[in-house]
């Protein structure tokens, strides 16, 4: 799987092998308090380089879904605006941020396989 859809150099903290809340908050257009609610952590863990490594566990499903969706819908932008708006079929009107916020990153990257492979073609 290519995480190059959201440039991963740029997204890591300086040199280090965490991923950036920061850049993934603003590649969905959300605070860093309301990443840590849909991703299930305290907001002090993304934002200090102590939870470093709980906050890249706790980011990693959400990266996923967002590079997955990205090389589907073609770019970045694409990918946030589907993530945050667009209604998944089967989960009666519910959006993958909807489902990642229930933790249920899982189904979201479940559907995505389902349509990589041609599922709802």
């Not at 499903?61 to 605006?81: F, H, K, S």
């Not at 708006?85 to 396989?113: F, N, S």
């Amino acid at each position: 799987m290519s995480v190059a859809v959201l440039d991963v150099s740029a997204s890591r903290f300086g040199s280090g092998p965490y991923l950036s809340a920061r850049r993934v908050a603003e590649l969905l257009g959300v605070t860093l308090s309301e990443l840590a609610g849909l991703v299930g952590v305290a907001r002090n863990t993304l934002a200090s380089d102590a939870g470093a490594r709980k906050a890249d566990a706790a980011l990693s499903p959400l990266v996923r879904i967002l590079a997955m969706a990205g090389e589907m819908a073609g770019g970045d932008e694409r990918a946030a605006l589907w993530f945050k708006h667009q209604p998944i079929p089967g989960w009666g009107g519910k959006t993958a941020y909807d489902l990642v916020r229930e933790g249920k990153a899982e189904k979201v990257l479940a559907y995505l396989e389902a349509v990589r492979s041609g599922v709802y073609a």
